[in-house]
Antibody
């Protein structure tokens, strides 16, 4: 069965960097686009980024463009989110998700990793 | 960016009721819309994609409809397990965007 396990979340000071990882199993990772979505405490879902199945295309939410970078390592079946210049408003639970047939909807989700940006 | 607006929020209903949640897009997204269910402390779960296609394993009491800018999620015969939050998401163009969510509460 499909499994997505996020890691790397922690408490970090404003302006610092953090890298999240998402390890995938149970499907052919190299064939599917992957997403990151976040949810601030008590708030709704915010789409963050997508990377295409072959890594050639990446798109971002306006709120993170220029600060966050999504990447993938198919040999490790892992997708990453490099987060730089972190701000308080980046505090959230970060989910990775598998795209549904490279269409754009999010077919499978991990359980999330918590990032807290605070001094 | 495409704005997604859900209504109502919150929504109060009873077991057995038929409820409808509406999602409006700020511009046409043909049928590129998905619906998700999220329970407290859990990850979201895909219910519907391409506006009306039911995800495998999702009960048939869930249905989606609409095109263009107006979409609906209908739950026919509410079950206790259905009380949760629901989100729409457009995937017509980047950046993808979610609605603000609809919390379905027990009346």
């Amino acid at each position: 069965q499909v499994q997505l396990v996020e890691s790397g979340g922690s408490v970090v000071q404003p302006g610092r960097s953090l890298r999240l990882s998402c390890a995938a199993s149970g499907f052919t990772f190299s064939r599917d686009a992957m997403h990151w979505v976040r949810q601030a405490p008590g708030r709704g879902l915010e789409w963050v980024a997508i990377i295409s199945y072959d890594g050639s295309n990446k798109y971002y939410a306006d709120s993170v463009k220029g600060r966050f970078t999504i990447s993938r390592d198919d040999s490790k079946k892992t997708v990453y989110l490099q987060m730089n210049s972190l701000r308080g408003e980046d505090t959230a639970l970060y989910y990775c998700a598998r795209d549904g047939g490279n269409s754009g909807f999010l077919a499978h989700w991990g359980q999330g990793t918590l990032v807290t940006v605070s001094s | 960016d495409i704005q997604m607006t859900q209504s109502p929020s919150p929504l109060s209903a009873s077991v057995g009721d038929r409820v409808t949640i509406t999602c409006r897009a700020s511009q046409s997204i043909p049928g590129w819309l998905a619906w998700y269910q999220q329970k407290p402390g859990k990850a979201p779960k895909l219910l519907i994609y391409k506006a009306s296609s039911l995800e495998s394993g999702v009960p048939s009491r869930f249905s989606g409809s609409g095109s263009g800018t107006e979409f609906t999620l209908t739950i026919s015969g509410l079950q206790p397990d259905d009380f949760a939050s629901y989100y729409c998401q457009q995937y017509n163009s980047y950046p993808y965007t979610f609605g603000q969510g609809t919390k379905l509460e027990i009346k």
